[in-house]
């Protein structure tokens, strides 16, 4: 006989009534135009806008008012750089709970500071979560502090599955649900929430490919783990002890995404969803934008898991997904140097319906006559054809453009 799991559906309906009035009963909003980009029925779970925009509130809640009055007097700690962090923060604070956040020296300020804020004791300590996690333990053991941690626990998991529980009471006719997998706590809550309400929904994770942790340890596989994700929310190196058997048992497969695909989620939206996602928010729907014939007709419940993404790294997404979208492109223009080039181009342009965003000259390049002038100009546009419409009459006027992608430049004649 299996070992049971580590939380089931009354433990999570326990945790619905206790985080009741303390943390938002987030909506399900219908999503038209994501529907219309997937070809799926997409219904969206906003828990960007708990008070600390993301979905930790409920575990952190749940946890707290779980504790004994003695824990609740000498404290808990626990150890995380973003959004865990700042939940238990902040509702340790309301409570009247000593807080300490153990996170890595490399965390943004913004986050330390955020932390701070809400009434914790922030200790910074090594490079990694990993580091962290060792030293917030130290800590516990000799202050006599309980340890919250981010989703290998049972109550945690708990407070994470009454989102679930939510959608599924605003929209029983769901048939899938795609939720982002990082340690695996807000999968393994709702898991066991969707799958005993409704038995036969689907659930999928999805993981940055960069950080395939789950898809390993469910697949035995041995692909690399590390490096500079758009979705650090999800960027976990170690799966839980907990969650594990869950995840494993219950959910149907794993997508990796690649992180092009999550700055299209992000950016989408962002414009079709007026709501900002941060890179692991959006991992639902960049799963699937990577494959949308298998969500084809669907009924589609994502989680907007997060919502904590820096403005300026939202404006340089945006950007390049309109480079992408070659709704804005630059062109390298060659010429004689002489006086009235800048105006004629510029009057050219305007013609065609481009706007200048930036232009450079360039009289130093050798593979430009010492008596020519090489320019760079960077328009919008209305998107690809009226894209290759300006190129062209760049090309009748005698300017022999050539595009600037983010790669370099095209060959000549390209």
Not at 39 to 57: C, D, I, Y
Not at 70 to 87: L, Y
Not at 156 to 162: D, L, S, Y
Not at 375 to 391: F, N, Y
């Amino acid at each position: 006989m299996s070992e049971p799991f580590a939380i089931t559906l009354p433990d999570i309906e326990a945790a619905a009534a206790r985080i009741s009035g303390h943390v938002l009963r987030t909506p399900l909003v219908a999503a038209p135009r994501l529907s219309e980009l997937t070809g799926a029925s997409v219904f969206v779970k906003h828990e960007n806008m708990q008070a600390t925009a993301s979905f930790k509130e409920r575990g952190a809640v749940n946890k707290l008012l779980s504790l004994t009055a003695e824990e609740m007097r000498r404290g808990v700690i626990a150890m995380s750089a973003g959004n865990h962090a700042q939940a238990v923060a902040w509702h340790a604070r309301r409570f009247g709970v000593p807080a300490t956040i153990v996170m890595p020296e490399t965390t943004p300020l913004v986050k330390v500071e955020n932390t701070r804020s809400h009434g914790a004791r922030v200790v910074l300590h090594g490079e990694t979560l990993y580091e962290a996690a060792q030293k917030a333990r130290e800590i516990a053991a000799a202050q006599a502090l309980v340890f919250v941690h981010p989703y290998d626990d049972a109550a945690v998991m708990a407070g994470q599955g009454t989102v679930a529980l939510e959608m599924l009471a605003d929209a029983p006719d769901l048939d899938m649900l795609i939720i982002p997998l990082g340690g695996g706590g807000l999968m393994a809550g709702n898991a066991i929430a969707a799958t005993a309400l409704k038995p036969g929904i689907e659930l999928v994770g999805v993981e940055a490919e960069l950080y395939p942790s789950f898809h390993n340890a469910v697949n035995a596989g041995d692909l690399a783990i590390g490096g500079a994700t758009l979705a650090e929310g999800i960027a976990v190196k170690t799966v839980g002890a907990l969650t594990l058997p869950i995840v494993s048992s219950l959910v149907s497969d794993i997508v990796l995404v690649g992180e092009d695909l999550i700055e299209r989620a992000v950016n989408a939206y962002a414009c079709l969803q007026h709501t900002l996602a941060e890179g692991a928010g959006a991992a639902g729907l960049a799963a699937m934008l990577k494959e949308p014939g298998r969500y084809a007709g669907r009924r589609i419940g994502l989680v907007l898991c997060g919502g904590n993404i820096d403005t300026r790294l939202l404006a340089a997404i945006m950007v390049r997904e309109l480079e992408r979208e070659h709704r804005i492109v630059a062109f390298r223009l060659t010429s004689s140097d002489r006086p009235g080039l800048l105006g004629k181009v510029a009057s050219l342009l305007g013609a065609e319906g481009a706007n200048i965003l930036e232009v450079s000259h360039g009289r130093l390049f050798l593979d430009v006559p010492a008596k020519g002038v090489s320019l760079d100009v960077t328009v919008e546009t209305r998107g690809d054809d009226h894209s290759a419409m300006i190129e062209h009459a760049l090309r009748e006027h005698g300017f022999a453009p050539r595009r600037i992608f983010p790669r370099g430049l095209a060959e000549p004649g390209r």
